[in-house]
């Protein structure tokens, strides 16, 4: 019988598939900007973080396999369907080709690669994320050299399937990422 991914669990089961310290970084910052989409959209808070933050549970042991090692062993493990679906939808067009449905679904496939980007542009700013502006990402996003690997045709397409601008969606991940500016590395620079 599954049960809604709560945080806990979530932070049992990737524990359990992942050692690197940037892996476990990266899905609080996905969290982070997951429950401020929440928020925006009235949804479940708790629940969204969860699922951001439980993303990327096959990558390390897989990364040129990235999302053909979760379905099976979540459904196992006892994870709702809904968190599958959302964690497949947020590899669509690079590694699934399960569509991004429901806001859940649109929000994680776009703040995967969001959170990185405002992540490099916060590290680069002597206050950190604390006064970080939309307008500094926007401009590192149509600089495709700073953090190059970071797909910004997935996030404009995210934006769109949304329904909402990538000003509004960066100013959210921003303001969900800031209470966690410690734990991501990305506090005023000492």
């Known amino acids: 019988m599954s049960e809604k991914l ?3 669990r979530a932070e049992e089961l990737l524990a359990s598939t992942t050692t690197e310290d940037h892996l476990f970084q990266h899905a609080l910052a996905v969290s982070a900007c997951m429950g401020a989409m929440a928020r925006h959209f009235g949804a479940d808070e708790s629940y969204w973080r969860a699922v951001g933050y439980l993303h990327d ?3 390390e042991q897989f990364p040129q396999e990235h999302l053909k090692h979760t379905a099976e062993p979540l459904r196992e493990a ?3 369907e809904e968190s599958i679906h959302a964690i497949l939808a947020h590899g669509y067009g ?3 080709d399960t569509v991004p449905e429901s806001e859940l679904d649109k929000s994680l ?3 995967d690669e969001l959170s990185g980007l405002i992540s490099a542009t916060a590290r680069m700013h002597p206050a950190g994320i604390a006064e970080l502006q939309v307008s500094s990402v926007k401009k590192k996003f149509k600089d495709k050299r700073f953090a190059a690997k970071i797909d910004r045709a997935v996030i404009q397409d995210g934006c769109a399937r949304l329904g909402m ?3 509004d969606v960066i100013a959210l991940c921003i ?3 800031r209470p966690f500016a410690a734990e991501l590395g990305i506090g005023p620079r000492q």
């Open 6 to 8: 709560t945080m806990d």
């Open 57 to 59: 549970y096959d990558f």
């Open 78 to 80: 006892g994870v709702d």
């Open 94 to 96: 690079l590694c699934t």
């Open 109 to 111: 496939y776009t703040v």
């Open 165 to 167: 601008e990538l000003p």
């Open 175 to 177: 303001e969900g990422m």
